[in-house]
C-alpha cells in the first residue's frame, strides 16, 4: 500500500479515475461540453491553488491551517487595489498581492521557528489574524477585477489561426493553473531549494547533519505557501471579479487532496501533480452531484464526508508509517 | 539566548503562574474593569455586572469544551456548531414534538458530532484540531438540509430555556442555576476523577500513560463524546438567551471559547490547566469585549487581537516552561 | 623525522548537560596515516565526544582542532568545511529521496561517489534508487562512499560495520585501512574487537567522560583495554544477603523461548523464577531494548514465546502485561513521568488506569497507597509541586514507586540506576532484593556493570541480539561481563 502511494501509480491512478469521471459526467449530461469543462475549472482554480501551496509545507513537513484565511487577504486586497484602476496599475496590484502572499507565509514560517511554537497552533493563531486582517481591508464582498485578469481563467483557450473547435475544449484556468505552477514549483522542485524542502520534511536531524539549515528552508516553505495562496485569492477575485473576505472551504478540501494526491501527512514523500489531480477528482464528484440533481447541501455532505474519510484514512497511513 | 536581566522576572512569573495560576488571571480582571471605569464610568452597575455574567456563561460552557479537550493536547473546533445544531433542532422540532422530544433529540445529535469526533481521533488518530473542523463542516452541511426539511414549521422556543437564558433572580441570571452545578462537576471531576486524572495524565505524557495501562483510545473516545454533549448544552442554553433560531448562532463563540481557556492558563499541549482559569478567562473576554465595542474596534481587529493573544500566550508558555 | 602534527586534535572537552557532567577531559590526537579507535564503556561519554567533534554539539571548555586550526564551527555543516567528515552511526541519509538527490544535498562529487561505491562492493546501486528502499548495509555503504568522495582529511566511523555481512565487512575495513595508508586520518568506533586489531593503529579509551588512556594495537591488549574501560577494580560494595537457590525449584515466572522482533532482537531465551533477580548485560544497541518492550506489552514480537507462570501470552498493549503482573520501568524516565503533574498523581497512575476506576477517586486509599510507597522508598516529596522539579534520584524512586503501590509480581527494570547518586543507587539495590524476597521476579538490565554483583543472582548476556553467556552472579566479575559482552567467550549458544 505505502509502496502504491509513493510511486508514480497513485498519480497515474487519479488521472484515470479522473478520465473516468469525466466520462461518466458526460453519460450523466450528455450535453457536457466547453462550457461544462470551464466551469469545472474556474471552481477547481482555488482549491488548486491552496492545494499546491498546501502541499509544499505538507512535504516540508508542516502545516498551514491559514491558507484559506491568507487566501482571503489577498483577494480582498486585490480587489480594493484593482477597483477603477486603469490596465497599467493592475499590474502592480497583482505583483503586490503576490508579495504579500509571500509575507504573509514567511511571516507564518518565522513565527514558528521563532516562537518554537508547534506550526499547527501557529497556524491556526494566523489563521484568525488573516481573517482579521482581510476583514479590516474589507468588511464586505466588494471591490473590482481588471478585466484582462479575468480574461486569463475565464473561458475556453483560443488561439489565432486555430478554430476554435480544437481549443474551446481546454479552459483557460487549466492553462493557468499549469503556467502558474511550471513558473513557480518547477525551479524550486529542480533546485537545490526543492530537494531540501523534502529534506527537512523527510528526516530533519538527517537533513541537519547533510548540512540543510532547517530554520530557513522551514520558514521558505512557509513564504511559498503563502506564495500559492495570494494566488488563490486572485483567482477567486479573478472568476468572481470582487473581492471576499470571508475565507472559503479551502483549508480541509486542500488538506483532504493534499492526503488524496499521495502526499504523506508528516512529511517527506508526494508531488504536485497528484494534489492537483484530486482536486480536479473532488470537484468533478461534486459537479456530478449537482448533474444528478442530488440538493447542493447534500452535495456538500457527501464531499465533506469523503475529505474526512480520505484524511482519517491518510492520517491511519502515516501512524503505520511511523512504525514501521 | 536573553540577558540575565530579563531572565529573572520572567523565571519569577513563570513560577507565580504555575504556582498560584488563578491569580495574575483576577488581578487582569480587574486591572481591564479598571480601564473600562476610566473610559466611560457610568457604565459600570449591578445590571452591567449581571449583564456581563449572563454574556459570559454560554462562552465559559463552551470554553469547557476546549479546556477539557486541551488537557489532553487536543481541541474541539466543532463545539460552535455542535452547540448550533442543538439550538436549531430544539427550536424546529419543538413546534412538532413538544420541548422534551426536541431537546432529547438536539443532544442526541450533539453527542453524534462528539462521538464522530473520538472516533477519528482516537483509532484513526487524525489531528483532534483538522478533524474537529471536518466534522464541523459536515454538521453544518447536515444543518443546511435539515432546515429545508422543517423551512415552514416555525420556530419554538422551550419555556425553561428561555426562563434559563433571559430571566433574572435577586439581580442574578437564572443561567447561573445550570452554570453552578456543572461548574462544580467539571471543577470536582478534573481533581476528583479518574477520568480527570486521565485527561492530565495524557496530555502530559501520552507514552507515559500507555505504559502504566491506559487505553487511550477509551479516554479519547469519552471526552470528544462529553465535549460534543457539553456543546449541545451550550447551544440550548444559548438559544433561551437569543431566542433566535439562525445556522450562525454559536459561531460568534467559536474562536473566544479556545481564547477564553488559553488565557485561562490551560495549556494547548496538555497537562497543564484547568477549568477555574477558563472561567475567568471567559469574563476577561467579556470584560474586553464591552471595551472593544466602547473603542468601536471593528471584527476585524477582534479577531486579530484573539489570534494573537492566542499564539502570544502559548509562546510565553514554552518560554516559561522551558525554563521552569 | 619527527613526528607529523595531528591533523585532529581535540584537548581538554568538556561538556554539561543540566546537572550531569557528561565530558570532564576528553583528548584525541589523530596523526595523518593513523587509524585510532575511540573506546569506552556504556555512558563514558562517547557519543557526546562525537557529536563534539563533528560540529553537532558546542563543547563547554576545551578546543578541538582540524589541521591545526580551531574548529569554531558548531554546525555539521562548518565541521566538514574544515575537513572532518563523519559516518554517523544511525544513517544520516534522508529516507524519501534518491541516492542521486542525497548526493546533490551535500555536494558530493557523483564520479568519485560512484568510484567508492564500487570499491566497497555495491556496483549495481542504482543512483535513482530510493533511501529507504535500500537495505541497512548498502545505507551504510552509501554513507561511507558519500564520506569518502569529498576526500575529506579526517574520517570519523561510528559503528560503520554493525550491519553489514561479512563480507562487505572486509572490503569497508580495507579501503578504511587504505584511507590512513594515503595520509589521511580516521578515527574509528567500533565493539568488535577484531575489526581493531586488524585497522587500528591505536586506541583511545575514554571512561566516565575523561581520556584514561592511549595505547598501541598490539596481540592480547584486549585485557589492557577492558581494564582501562573499567578503571580501577571496584571492590564490591554492600551486597545484601541473595536467595540462595531456595527458589530455584519452582516453575519460572517468566519463560522466554526464541524472542525475535524482526529488528536488533533475534533469539532470546530466558527463565526468570520466583524471588530471582536476573541481570541482563549487553553494550548498547543489542537488542536489549526490544526484549523490555516487548515483555512489557509496548512492541509484538515476530517471533517466539513468551509465558507467565506456565501460561503463554501474547501482550497487544501494556495493560495486558500489566494485568499478567509485568511492569516495566523503562530507561528513559521522561518516558515514564507526567512531568508536570505530582508525585501523588503520578504514582497513582496505573491505580486510575482502567475504565471501572473512571469515577471518583477513593482519596483516602489513595493517599495511604501512594503514601506507604513514598514512605517505603524514601522519596524527598518536600518539593510538593511537579515531579520535574525533583532530583534525577527522586524522579526515579517515583517510576518504581508506583508499581509498588500497584503491586509488584514481576518487576522489568531497564538500567534504573542510571545517572542517579550512589545513595539513590544502594537504596534501588536494597529494596529489589526486599521485593524479590518477598517473591516478586526481577529482570535488571543494567550499562553498569558492577551492579550485577550488587543487585543480581544471575546474568544472561546478550550480543548481536542472541543471549551469549549466562553468568552466575558470584562468577560476575566486571572483565568478565565485559568480555562476554563484546562476545569475547567461546561459549555462545547457551540456553539461561
Known amino acids: 500500500m505505502m509502496r502504491l502511494i509513493g510511486g508514480n501509480g497513485w498519480t497515474i491512478g487519479l488521472a484515470v479515475l479522473l478520465a473516468l469521471l469525466l466520462v461518466a459526467t458526460k453519460a450523466i449530461q450528455p450535453d457536457f461540453g466547453p462550457s461544462g469543462l470551464d466551469n469545472l475549472a474556474r471552481s477547481a482554480l482555488p482549491f488548486a491553488l491552496a492545494t499546491v501551496g498546501m502541499a509544499i509545507v505538507v512535504i516540508a513537513g508542516g502545516i498551514d491551517l491559514s491558507v484559506a484565511a491568507m487566501m482571503a487577504v489577498a483577494s480582498v486586497t486585490a480587489a480594493v487595489l484593482m477597483d477603477g484602476a486603469s490596465d497599467g496599475q493592475a499590474v502592480f496590484a497583482v505583483l503586490a498581492v503576490l508579495l504579500l502572499g509571500l509575507g504573509m507565509g514567511a511571516l507564518n514560517g518565522a513565527l514558528i521557528v521563532v516562537t518554537r511554537v508547534p506550526d499547527i497552533v501557529v497556524t491556526l493563531a494566523m489563521l484568525f489574524v488573516w481573517q482579521g486582517v482581510a476583514l479590516l481591508i474589507l468588511n464586505a464582498p466588494g471591490g473590482g477585477a481588471a478585466p484582462w485578469l479575468r480574461a486569463l481563467a475565464v473561458g475556453g483557450v483560443t488561439l489565432p489561426g486555430v478554430p476554435p473547435a480544437f481549443t474551446e475544449w481546454l479552459p483557460r484556468g487549466v492553462v493557468f493553473l499549469a503556467v502558474v505552477v511550471a513558473a513557480v514549483w518547477l525551479p524550486i522542485r529542480r533546485s537545490k531549494l526543492g530537494l531540501r524542502f523534502y529534506a527537512i520534511g523527510s528526516d530533519p536531524q538527517a537533513a541537519f547533519r547533510s548540512g540543510v539549515s532547517v530554520g530557513p528552508t522551514r520558514i521558505a516553505a512557509y513564504a511559498v505557501c503563502g506564495l500559492f495562496a495570494a494566488l488563490g485569492g486572485l483567482s477567486v477575485t479573478m472568476a468572481t471579479g470582487i473581492g471576499e473576505p470571508i475565507p472559503g472551504p479551502y483549508l480541509l478540501a486542500s488538506v483532504a487532496a493534499v492526503v488524496l494526491g499521495g502526499v504523506v501527512l508528516g512529511g517527506g514523500r508526494g508531488g504536485i501533480l497528484g494534489p492537483i489531480l484530486a482536486v480536479f477528482v473532488l470537484r468533478t464528484v461534486r459537479m456530478d452531484l449537482t448533474l444528478l440533481s442530488v440538493d447542493p447541501n447534500v452535495a456538500a455532505i457527501v464531499e465533506g464526508t469523503i475529505m474526512v474519510a480520505v484524511v482519517m484514512f491518510g492520517a491511519v497511513l502515516a501512524t503505520r508509517g511511523r512504525r514501521g | 539566548m536573553t540577558s540575565a536581566t530579563t531572565d529573572a522576572p520572567l523565571a519569577r512569573l513563570g513560577r507565580l503562574m504555575v504556582d498560584n495560576p488563578l491569580l495574575p488571571l483576577v488581578v487582569l480582571l480587574f486591572a481591564l474593569i479598571g480601564v473600562l471605569a476610566l473610559l466611560n464610568p457610568a457604565i459600570l452597575s449591578m445590571f452591567w455586572a449581571s449583564n456581563t455574567l449572563k454574556i459570559a456563561i454560554p462562552l465559559a460552557m463552551l470554553a469547557a469544551c476546549q479546556t477539557l479537550t486541551m488537557l489532553t493536547g487536543g481541541i474541539d473546533l466543532s463545539a460552535g456548531t455542535a452547540a448550533t445544531v442543538a439550538a436549531y433542532v430544539t427550536a424546529t422540532a419543538t413546534p412538532l414534538i413538544g420541548a422534551p422530544g426536541a431537546i432529547g433529540i438536539a443532544m442526541t445529535c450533539a453527542l453524534a458530532i462528539g462521538m464522530v469526533n473520538g472516533v477519528g481521533v482516537a483509532f484513526a488518530r487524525v489531528h483532534p484540531l483538522i478533524m474537529t473542523l471536518g466534522t464541523g463542516l459536515i454538521a453544518t452541511g447536515c444543518l443546511l438540509v435539515y432546515q429545508r426539511s422543517v423551512i415552514s414549521t416555525g420556530t419554538e422556543y422551550p419555556a425553561l430555556l428561555v426562563w434559563l437564558g433571559t430571566g433574572r433572580t435577586l439581580g442574578l441570571p437564572n443561567g447561573l442555576a445550570l452554570f453552578i452545578p456543572f461548574a462544580i462537576l467539571i471543577l470536582w471531576a478534573q481533581r476528583r476523577s479518574g477520568f480527570g486524572r486521565l485527561l492530565y495524565a495524557i496530555g502530559s505524557n501520552e507514552a507515559a500513560a500507555r505504559l502504566s495501562g491506559v487505553r487511550v483510545w477509551q479516554v479519547h473516545l469519552a471526552l470528544y463524546s462529553l465535549s460534543g454533549v457539553i456543546a449541545g448544552l451550550t447551544g440550548l442554553l444559548y438559544l433561551g438567551m437569543v431566542k433566535t433560531a439562525s445556522l450562525s448562532l454559536a459561531l460568534p463563540l467559536d474562536l473566544p471559547s479556545v481564547a477564553a481557556a488559553v488565557i485561562g492558563g490551560t495549556s494547548i499541549f496538555g497537562g497543564r490547566g484547568g477549568y477555574g482559569g477558563t472561567i475567568l478567562g471567559a469574563l476577561i473576554l467579556t470584560v474586553l469585549a464591552t471595551m472593544l465595542t466602547l473603542l468601536q474596534m471593528p471584527e476585524g481587529g477582534r479577531r486579530i487581537l484573539y489570534g494573537a493573544i492566542i499564539l502570544a500566550v502559548t509562546a510565553l508558555y514554552i518560554r516559561l516552561t522551558d525554563r521552569g | ?496
Open chain 3, 1 to 496: 623525522m619527527s613526528p607529523p602534527a595531528a591533523l585532529l586534535d581535540a584537548t581538554g572537552v568538556a561538556k554539561r548537560f543540566g546537572a550531569v557532567l557528561a565530558l570532564r577531559d576528553a583528548s584525541l590526537q589523530v596523526a595523518p596515516g593513523q587509524v585510532v579507535a575511540l573506546m569506552g564503556a556504556n555512558g563514558a561519554g562517547k557519543s557526546t565526544f562525537v557529536k563534539i567533534l563533528t560540529g553537532a554539539l558546542k563543547p563547554d571548555a576545551g578546543h578541538v582542532r582540524i589541521k591545526g586550526q580551531d574548529s569554531t564551527v558548531a554546525s555539521p555543516a562548518g565541521a566538514r568545511r574544515s575537513g572532518l567528515v563523519p559516518v554517523y552511526q544511525e544513517p544520516s541519509l534522508i529516507p524519501d529521496l534518491s541516492v542521486a538527490d542525497n548526493l546533490r544535498l551535500g555536494d558530493t562529487p557523483v564520479d568519485r561517489f560512484r568510484h567508492w561505491v564500487g570499491a566497497l562492493g555495491l556496483p549495481g546501486l542504482r543512483q535513482d534508487a530510493l533511501i529507504r528502499t535500500l537495505p541497512l548495509a548498502s545505507l551504510r555503504i552509501v554513507d561511507l562512499a558519500r564520506a569518502l568522495a569529498v576526500e575529506p582529511d579526517v574520517l570519523l566511523l561510528d559503528e560503520l560495520t554493525a550491519a553489514l555481512p561479512t563480507d562487505l565487512v572486509e572490503r569497508v575495513l580495507s579501503v578504511v585501512r587504505a584511507q590512513a595508508d594515503a595520509g589521511r586520518a580516521v578515527i574509528y568506533i567500533s565493539h568488535r574487537f577484531t575489526e581493531i586489531a586488524a585497522i587500528c593503529d591505536r586506541a583511545t579509551v575514554l571512561r566516565d567522560g575523561q581520556t584514561v588512556g592511549d595505547v598501541a594495537i598490539a596481540p592480547g591488549i584486549e585485557d589492557t583495554i577492558v581494564e582501562m574501560m573499567l578503571g580501577a577494580p571496584v571492590t564490591v560494595a554492600a551486597r545484601s544477603a541473595r536467595a540462595t537457590g531456595a527458589a530455584a525449584s519452582d516453575a519460572p515466572r517468566l519463560r522466554v523461548r526464541g524472542l525475535a522482533t524482526g529488528t536488533r532482537l533475534t533469539d532470546v531465551s530466558l527463565d526468570l523464577r520466583q524471588g530471582e533477580v536476573l541481570g541482563v548485560v549487553a553494550l548498547e544497541g543489542q537488542g536489549q531494548d526490544e526484549l523490555f518492550d516487548v515483555l512489557a506489552g509496548n512492541r509484538r514480537a515476530t517471533a517466539g514465546t513468551v509465558e507467565v507462570n506456565g501460561k503463554p501470552v501474547a501482550f497487544r498493549h501494556p495493560a495486558d502485561a500489566i494485568a499478567a503482573g509485568l511492569t516495566l520501568v523503562p530507561g528513559d524516565r521522561a518516558h515514564a513521568l507526567l512531568m508536570q503533574r505530582s508525585v501523588r498523581e503520578n504514582i497513582a497512575l496505573p491505580l486510575l488506569a482502567r475504565l471501572g476506576t473512571w469515577g471518583a477517586i477513593p482519596i483516602g486509599a489513595e493517599r495511604s497507597r501512594v503514601g506507604a510507597a513514598i514512605e517505603r522508598l524514601q522519596i524527598d516529596t518536600r518539593a510538593q509541586g511537579e515531579v520535574r522539579r525533583l532530583s534525577g534520584g527522586n524522579q526515579q524512586k517515583v517510576t518504581i514507586a508506583r508499581w509498588i503501590a500497584k503491586g509488584v509480581q514481576t518487576l522489568l527494570l531497564f538500567d534504573p540506576t542510571r545517572g542517579i547518586d550512589i545513595r539513590t543507587k544502594q537504596q534501588i539495590y536494597v529494596l529489589v532484593r526486599e521485593l524479590a524476597d518477598q517473591g516478586a521476579a526481577v529482570l535488571f538490565y543494567t550499562s553498569e556493570l558492577a551492579e550485577v554483583r550488587m543487585a543480581c543472582d544471575r546474568a544472561v548476556v546478550i550480543f548481536g541480539g542472541r543471549v551469549v553467556d549466562v553468568i552466575d552472579a558470584a562468577d560476575a566479575d566486571e572483565p568478565t561481563l565485559l568480555r562476554a559482552a563484546y562476545g569475547l567467550t567461546a561459549t555462545a549458544g547457551v540456553p539461561a
